[in-house]
């Protein structure tokens, strides 16, 4: 990849402004692409990443400021404008119809409305799967591909458009590193041919393998751009936080005694997702079991059972050396275990209820009601108890729950779980969104709670996070569990490959 | 039994198949337009009043036929844009949208009735469609008789066909299947979702008026109020049946109509003289809920569907 400054500028992005209501999203950001470079876009969550590249395909009009592609300016708004100017965007929540097949997809929108359908297609998509790597069955149902070749349609989508500028937003969040791996490969092909890519990510390590140049959002501003062979990745890390910020990184500790006991667990395949086959798993006391795997591969169904939602259709569930007779959600709440559910708008909070009633949803039938009727006084204190001990930035308890950012929300959430004092916590992808700040918060109450002696089951699908925080950790894939490794014995490319279930069939073989 | 075997065989009882299917089959073809493209239209019960009122009574007024069922048409399309205006670009809920639609079209069918024929007590009659002679296919026996329809339940029938053939073979058909799935891709390949949406909606209304249409142009040659009695429902439990397909769809058109057909005639045999008769008008109801049960286990249902797209909605 060359970095020739006197390169063809194919994008210029003109001191463009996005405001949300108070919120002002981008602020003046400018940025030139020139021909056959990546350049990266960073910055944490809330920076203003997105709603950038969604001002360049014209999901959204920007309130200032101009879009140039190969020297024209682009009509604001207006996506297929800029798609005829060789745009081509791989949207972060895949922008494909399930019900149609992988051609279809791809023709979608390419026709005439009312004309035949183009006969060529098919040796179109078949040629640019070849050239660039792309694997996929055309006539595929869309609902029916991983997440890995969705990704490969919409890319194909893209380059089917003969798009010139390929923007890829966070395309490795759902990735394993393998997968990752030959997306990288198929954009050093696109960049070869000539394409210039922008590459959305917060993964610092993935930016400095992948791009060429830096830019860096911060609070919608660009706060630097750097040739990425110029810079390392702590350089980078500061820049998109403002300052040195560190991860929480948990000492080894000695575990105690064993808390829950899963014994030859399995539970039936629901439609796509598959069921747990015969895993065994143990939480510790005082120990992080971190869990890794692209979701999807089983982890609902394991925090199903964790959570007392789900009971194992064969296996055993030991709790405190005893199996339970009655397995429920009120009854794990009442034997110690805390959830901090995967999505905390639908299954952690209540988007209209305010924050008192949020934070007393799990006790409100025991701890915050008398003789049936609502103990309102102890419930608001117990919820201005959170807001404080746990940082929640909010006007007060009376305040909805759905007008607090992600990262207030999960600290309600956090404070409500931990509160109690649980001897189980189930945290499933609980940083999930966040930006930095309040990363390193949660995950710096998580291990605090592990040092007061809690077991906590870590389910996350950021490598990253699982081997900083993790005493022990477990690969899922296709409801599968590995063995158990310890802290620092296996690596991300070896945990990788157990994600992509290649490790599994070794075992079995062996 | 022997009874019903000679009532299954008769070429009148499948004439009256026919002929009761193809108001339901144009209805039904309207709303699986509107569905596949996302947009529940619960105003189909009014919307099909509507279309019979108004292509009646501008027969009445002295147009033709195919006037008539023309201005029924312009008319639904018209409802048809009130619904899609609210749903679509406003996305309004689609329940409470369809059933004011509902609502509105069979109280303006009535006031328009009430105040173009003040003093009538029973309504007039118009000439409607005849039976089309098409040389050689009238003259064979049996078939013949079972297909002595008119120039509508043709239509129909072609109209069913041209649904199909534009769902599955057409560019057209390809975007709308995509927009009741998942309308960001179709606004991320440059199209727009408001307009695939809102054009689904107003044509679907547009049949099913045509289909209101049928029932006092061809079916019957007068207008009352209760004459469409639930049959949009039908159409839309019908779509469902049909797993948003057309071909299956009108496969359930044809076996409600097939009952209804059915239970008129079991009347007249020495079982009605024992059963009581609104035992057998609840018959295809009854056989339609145990089929749709049946059948509707497995339908892939529009992933988009009653779920209104705000563009640039974070």
Aim: proline share 5%; aromatic share 6%.
């Amino acid at each position: 990849m060359s970095r020739d400054s006197g390169a063809e500028v194919v994008l210029r992005l003109d001191r463009i402004t996005k405001r949300f209501g108070a919120l002002t999203a981008n602020d003046a950001v400018s940025l030139t692409l020139r021909r056959g470079e990546v350049v990266a876009l960073l910055g944490e969550n809330g920076a203003g990443k997105t709603t950038l590249m969604n001002i360049l395909f014209g999901h959204y009009v920007a309130d200032a400021g101009s879009v140039e592609v190969f020297g024209r300016p682009l009509p604001p708004g207006n996506p297929r404008a800029a798609l005829a100017a060789g745009v081509g965007m791989v949207h972060q929540h895949f922008t494909l119809a399930g019900n149609l097949t992988v051609l279809e997809n791809i023709r979608l929108g390419t026709e005439g409305l009312w004309s035949r359908s183009y006969a060529g297609a098919r040796e179109k998509v078949a040629r640019l799967s070849r050239d660039f790597g792309l694997s996929v069955d055309p006539d595929a149902r869309v609902g029916r591909l991983s997440v890995g070749e969705r990704q490969r349609v919409e890319i194909l989508k893209a380059l089917y458009r003969d798009a010139r500028v390929l923007i890829l937003d966070e395309p490795t969040a759902v990735l394993t590193p393998q997968e990752a791996e030959a997306l990288f490969a198929t954009l050093r092909k696109a960049t070869a041919r000539g394409l210039s890519v922008i590459f959305i990510s917060h993964k610092l390590h993935e930016v400095m393998g992948v791009a060429d140049r830096c830019v860096v959002l911060r609070h919608g501003r660009v706060v630097g751009e750097v040739d990425t062979h110029a810079t390392d990745k702590a350089a980078l890390a500061a820049l998109m936080v403002g300052g040195e910020l560190s991860l929480p990184r948990a000492e080894a500790r000695t575990p105690g005694p064993v808390l829950m006991r899963l014994d030859q667990v399995s539970t039936p395949d629901r439609g796509a997702a598959p069921g747990l086959k015969a895993v065994s798993l143990e939480l510790r006391a005082g120990q992080i079991t971190g869990l890794a795997g692209v979701s999807g591969n089983g982890q609902a169904a394991l925090a199903e059972i964790v959570g007392g939602l789900a009971l194992p259709a064969a296996g055993q569930l030991w709790l405190h050396g005893q199996e339970p007779e009655t397995w429920t959600p009120r009854e794990a709440l009442a034997r110690g275990v805390a959830r901090i559910p995967e999505d905390r708008h639908h299954q952690g909070s209540i988007a209209d209820f305010d924050l008192t009633e949020n934070a007393v949803l799990e006790g409100y039938r025991t701890r915050f009601s008398r003789r049936g009727w609502m103990d309102w006084r102890a419930a608001r204190a117990f919820a201005e108890g959170i807001i404080k001990g746990y940082d929640v930035r909010c006007p007060g308890p009376e305040t909805r729950i759905r007008l607090l950012s992600g990262g207030n929300m999960q600290k309600l959430i956090l404070g409500r779980a931990l509160a109690p004092g649980p001897d189980i916590i189930l945290a499933n992808q609980p940083v999930r969104g966040l930006d930095v700040g309040a990363i390193a918060y949660v995950q710096a109450q998580l291990i605090a709670a592990r040092d007061r002696g809690a077991a906590v089951l870590l389910i996350s699908e950021d490598l990253d996070e699982i081997m900083s925080l993790s005493d022990v950790v477990h690969v899922m894939s296709q409801g599968r569990l590995s063995p158990a490794f310890a802290r620092g014995t296996m690596t991300a490319a070896e945990l990788g490959l157990w994600m992509a279930g290649q490790k599994f069939g070794e075992a079995h073989a062996a | 039994m022997s009874e019903i075997v000679d009532i299954l065989i008769s070429a009148s009882f499948w004439a009256a198949v026919i002929r009761i299917a193809s108001p339901l089959i144009l209805a039904t073809m309207g709303e699986l337009i509107c569905e596949r493209a996302g947009v529940l239209n619960l105003g189909i019960e009014g919307i099909m009043v509507i279309g019979a009122f108004t292509g009646w009574m501008a027969v009445y007024q002295g147009m033709p036929l195919w006037g008539g069922v023309a201005v029924a048409m312009a008319a639904g399309m018209l409802f048809g844009l009130l619904h899609s205006v609210l749903t679509v670009p406003f996305g309004l809920s689609q329940h409470v949208v369809g059933l004011g639609v509902t609502l509105l079209a069979t109280a303006s069918a009535s006031f328009a009735y009430r105040l173009m024929l003040p003093q009538v007590t029973s309504p007039p009659k118009i000439t409607p469609f005849q039976p089309l002679y098409i040389p050689g296919l009238s003259d064979l026996p049996w078939l013949g008789a079972a297909l002595s329809q008119t120039a509508l339940t043709w239509a129909a029938f072609a109209v069913a066909g041209l649904v199909a053939f534009t769902l599955y073979r057409t560019p057209l058909g390809l975007a709308l299947r995509a927009v009741g799935e998942n309308p960001a891709a179709v606004e991320a390949q440059g199209l727009s979702v408001t307009g695939l949406r809102m054009g689904a909606v107003i044509v679907g209304s547009g049949l099913m008026a045509v289909g209101g249409a049928f029932l006092t142009l061809s079916a019957f040659s007068s207008f009352f109020f209760e004459m469409v009695n639930g049959r949009g429902w039908i159409c839309i439990a019908l779509v469902v049946f049909g797993a948003w397909k057309p071909g299956k769809a009108v496969l359930g058109a044809i076996l409600f109509a097939a009952f209804d057909a059915l239970q008129i005639r079991l009347q007249q045999t020495a079982l009605g003289a024992v059963l009581p008769y609104q035992l057998f008008l609840a018959l295809p109801f009854l056989l339609s809920i145990l089929a749709l049960i049946l059948m509707s286990r497995r339908a892939e249902v529009p992933a988009a569907l009653m779920v209104p797209y705000n563009k640039g909605e974070r």
